[in-house]
C-alpha cells in the first residue's frame, strides 16, 4: 500500500533500542524504552502560510530525526508500526 503524508506530516518508523547496556546486560522488552530515533518513509509537501504560499519540509524521506517521547500517532501500516506527526514535533536531524 503506498500512503503519502499530507501538509507538515510525516511518517517515521522507529530505529530499534539498544538490547544492552554499556556493561553488557540485556535489557527485557518489557522495561526498554521506546527509542525516540526515527527513519522519515515518506514526507508532505509542506504546511501553507498566511498567503497561501506552501512551504517546503525542512525534513526528507531516509532522513534519521530525533523526536520526543510522546510526539506522533502511533499506526500499522502494511503489518509495520509507524509513526505520523508533524515537522514540528520533530527536534532534529541526526547526520
Wanted: cysteine-free; proline content about 4%.
Amino acid at each position: 500500500m503506498k500512503f503519502r503524508p499530507l501538509h507538515d506530516r510525516v511518517v517515521v518508523e522507529r530505529l530499534e533500542a539498544e538490547e544492552k547496556t554499556a556493561s553488557g546486560i540485556i535489557i527485557p522488552d518489557s522495561a526498554q524504552e521506546k527509542p525516540m530515533q526515527g527513519k522519515i518513509i515518506a514526507a508532505g509537501s509542506g504546511a501553507r502560510d498566511e498567503t497561501g504560499k506552501v512551504q517546503p519540509l525542512d525534513v526528507k524521506e531516509n532522513d534519521v530525526v530525533l523526536f520526543g517521547k510522546w510526539s506522533g500517532t502511533e499506526v500499522k501500516l502494511d503489518g509495520k508500526d509507524l509513526l505520523i506527526m508533524k515537522e514540528s514535533d520533530i527536534m532534529g536531524i541526526m547526520g
